[in-house]
């Protein structure tokens, strides 16, 4: 007797789909991805910081071509990130090169599905002496003033303190920080789900109509 053939199974394809959407798309995914992710304002009525803090991001920066990566918070408006940033070597490397990389993503579980943005883009600052009405209202936007007045209030009623001049005091604290405000130029958008698998879509900024 003759032996039949046997059917091959399909083999299960372990390629990254790339590229599956158009641009305006994955823009609409990227937009919903990152108002989910961002930090946002809050209120609570334990001490400290009453933020609603989002998922991990890291800022990387160059100077003279040694990179720095930071864990930040970050906020968002539109596809436009915003970060406050305290005196030290970000602020530093984005005055000396305003080129920028960011990582947004929660912790990778391998049980669930995981989406994650790699952004390049450019970065400028913005300060107290810049702009003090478009730093604070920024500020405000992003619930850090809120936040920094909560903060300064429960320290002066832990230490049975009252503030001369409350506004010239938060402004004193807030001045040190500078706002960080990344545009982003291209977006990838990782998606890797425990059994469907992975796939990668890239964002690029359409350059201005002309």
């Known amino acids: 007797m003759s032996r039949q053939p046997s059917e091959k199974k399909p083999e299960l394809s372990r390629q990254i789909r790339k590229n599956t959407k158009s641009n305006q798309e994955i823009e609409q995914d990227i ?7 961002s930090s946002k304002p809050g209120t609570t009525d334990k001490p400290g910081c009453p933020l609603k803090h989002g998922f991990a991001c890291v800022l990387a920066t160059v100077h003279n071509g040694v990179p720095r990566a930071t864990p930040i918070d970050f906020f968002v408006d539109g596809m ?23 990582g947004i993503y929660h912790p990778m579980d391998h049980s669930k599905l995981n989406r994650s943005l790699q952004i390049s883009g ?38 049975g303190t009252q503030p001369e001049n409350f506004e010239q005091e938060m402004i004193n604290h807030l001045r ?35």
């Open 122 to 159: 450019t970065a400028t600052l913005l300060s107290y002496n810049d702009d003090p009405a478009a730093f604070l209202e920024r500020l405000k936007i992003m619930g850090i003033y809120d936040a920094a007045s909560k903060i300064i209030r429960e320290m002066h009623a832990a230490q």
């Open 80 to 102: 436009t990130i915003w970060c406050a940033g305290e005196p030290g070597l970000k602020i530093r490397n984005i005055r000396s090169n305003p080129n920028v990389a960011v």
């Open 31 to 37: 937009r919903a991805f990152l108002e989910e992710a």
């Open 176 to 210: 040190r920080f500078n706002l960080i405000k990344i545009e982003p130029e291209e977006i990838t958008m990782l998606r890797i789900h425990p059994t469907e698998g992975t796939e990668k879509n890239v964002w690029k900024r359409e350059p201005p109509a002309a």
